[in-house]
């Protein structure tokens, strides 16, 4: 199995964990110290975790935190608008794990450097620490992390008089993408033969997204962008992604994949019983649970393989970190936080109310395990298969030109031609940011 190691893409919506932190750490700062009496001020979409977070270290070092809540979709743009300006309104950065590049080449991040110790840096997953360094510094520490995960529906593989011995499966021994699709075809033949109850073979939890389509190229051996990351050319456009983009485009024209349903409508579409796979996240169990759906209704095993690439299954990593805003007058104190957050207590209680796969191997404690037991093959992916999205200032622009693709393909573009077109989009994207370093 190729050791890619490893990022603990995406929540676990549960429980209190109580561990100790990166590198054994995971007290709150001395509440003797000099920064008593100072104000931070962050701008978050995870406001309920971060006020019960900021109030146990106001009562621990005197620091007060100001939690600013916004919307999910709405939190780039108004940071965006604020740190483009020089202001210090934020003490506190929220980044898209991606975006870190983005926003350290625009001068918007401060290092870390002098407020985590290798050890605890160590602690980190190699995928998170990668998706957090720029120029070989740290500049934004990982909240939590994601995976991806097969999930099937019980009930539609029974009515369909298919049984399949899942226990056989792990992550060194999987079921093929090829087996996958094959059992999707004769559920559906036998299911629906004329397409009239709408029920699909496969879903995508998030179609068309980098973060979950990029890993059928990079699980036969395909890259995100060169090493130098200077160019996609010759990368997105080789073989292994070739291979990958036809074996797609040709089970959505089968109607094996759906074609024009959203990425929220295909989790819909697994709860209501009309997929009979569903490719999500690994904290999609407790979204099944949520739709009354229980372990007799579905189950889950590791994300398949491709037939003659079993040594090179990439599967998601990564989610939202926290910095430092070059622009605070508070560095010192908002540094300290960061570390609370992510290596001590706060992000124990982060977790508990949020739910995210854990940021470090400590954090996956039976407890939690227990609570979500997909959890168990979350950890297995993290430090062995975990694949981090291109590390690039252009990754807005990369994502947007090749989810863009992704769509154009489903639609039944022309492969070739959406692959040159999306190849020159975001090499004029990297050039333009090359030129302004």
């Not at 499966?169 to 004329?194: F, M, Q, S």
């Amino acid at each position: 199995m190729r050791k890619k190691v490893i990022c603990m893409l995406a929540g676990v919506s549960l429980l209190a964990v109580t561990v100790s932190g990166c590198g054994g750490k995971g007290d709150t700062p001395d509440s003797g110290s000099s920064e008593g009496g100072k104000t931070l001020k962050l701008l978050t979409h995870y406001d309920a975790a971060f006020a019960e977070a900021a109030k146990k270290y106001e009562e621990e070092t005197g620091v007060k935190v100001e939690v600013e809540q916004t919307a999910y979709e709405n939190i780039g743009d108004t940071l965006e608008v604020v740190l483009s300006s020089g202001s210090d309104e934020y003490d506190l950065i929220m980044a898209d794990g991606p975006n870190t590049s983005a926003y350290v080449n625009r001068g918007y991040l401060e290092p870390l450097a002098g407020y985590f110790t290798e050890e605890e840096k160590g602690e980190f997953s190699p995928e998170l620490l990668k998706q957090g360094t720029v120029g070989g510094e740290f500049y934004a520490a990982p909240l939590g992390d994601s995976s991806t995960v097969l999930y099937y529906n019980k009930n539609l593989l029974s009515e369909a008089g298919i049984e399949v011995d899942w226990s056989q499966y792990t992550g060194e021994n999987r079921i093929t993408w090829e087996e996958v699709t094959e059992l999707a075809r004769e559920a559906v033949k036998e299911l629906d033969p004329d397409g009239s109850k709408g029920i699909y073979g496969i879903e995508i939890g998030q179609v068309s997204s980098v973060y979950q389509m990029n890993l059928l190229a990079n699980s036969m051996g395909g890259k995100n962008i060169s090493d130098d990351g200077s160019t996609v050319k010759g990368v997105i456009d080789s073989d292994e992604w070739k291979d990958a983009i036809a074996w797609y485009q040709g089970l959505v024209e089968e109607g094996i994949f759906s074609k024009g349903v959203s990425g929220l409508e295909t989790y819909n579409n697994f709860y209501a019983g009309k997929c009979v796979f569903e490719w999500m996240t690994a904290d999609s169990y407790t979204f099944c649970l949520s739709a009354d759906m229980t372990e007799d209704d579905f189950g889950w095993t590791y994300q398949p393989c491709f037939a003659g690439h079993e040594d090179e299954v990439a599967t998601g990593c990564g989610n939202w970190a926290l910095g430092v805003s070059a622009f605070s007058k508070n560095k010192e104190e908002a540094g300290k936080f960061v570390n609370y957050m992510t290596c001590g207590e706060g992000n124990d209680i982060f977790l508990s109310i949020e739910g995210m796969s854990p940021n470090t191997a400590e954090r996956y404690t039976e407890e939690l395990t227990g609570k979500n037991p997909v959890l168990e093959i979350a950890k297995y992916e993290a430090e062995n298969t975990a694949y981090v999205r291109a590390v690039t200032p252009a990754f807005n622009e990369y994502s947007a030109a090749l989810s863009t693709m992704w769509e154009d393909i489903r639609n039944g573009a022309d492969m070739d031609t959406a692959l040159e077109r999306t190849v020159e989009q975001i090499d004029s994207a990297l050039g333009e940011y090359s030129e302004s370093q």
